[in-house]
């Protein structure tokens, strides 16, 4: 079993920065692309960010130079800095990771969330 916990959000005045985390542990052989997605309130959870286990990256199009992905694979934890936050990126930050287990088998997983606030 793995599990995905995500820190770092809170309560961040619009321009200013947060840097979410999210650590996994439990039976990991490696984990492949992980990704951060978010959800607003009556809104379909949107891919944020990803990146490779090679440190190959991909960013919403909206996210591009405010947004860097990042990971350390030798803790098995992700990234996500996030600068000149806009109101409109406040949402619930969801970390989700592809992970081989010690069986070869790729099962998929999600964090419980960490929410991001922007006031104007």
């Known amino acids: 079993q793995v599990q995905l916990v995500e820190s770092g959000g809170g309560l961040v005045q619009a321009g200013g920065s947060l840097r979410l985390s999210c650590a996994a542990s439990?039976?990991?052989?490696?984990?492949?692309?992980m990704t951060w997605f978010r959800q607003a309130p009556g809104k379909q959870r949107d891919l944020v960010a990803s990146?490779?286990?090679?440190?190959?990256?991909n960013y919403k199009d909206s996210v591009k130079g405010r947004f860097t992905i990042s990971r350390d694979n030798a803790k098995n934890t992700m990234y996500l800095q996030m600068n000149s936050l806009k109101p409109e990126y406040q949402a619930a930050y969801y970390c989700?990771?592809?992970?081989?287990?010690?069986?070869?088998?790729?099962?998929?997983?999600w964090g419980q969330g960490t929410q991001v606030t922007v006031s104007s």
């Open positions: 989700y990771a592809s992970v081989e287990g010690k069986c070869g088998k790729f099962l998929s997983y």
């Open positions: 439990g039976t990991i052989f490696r984990i492949t692309t």
């Open positions: 990146i490779t286990s090679g440190g190959s990256t």
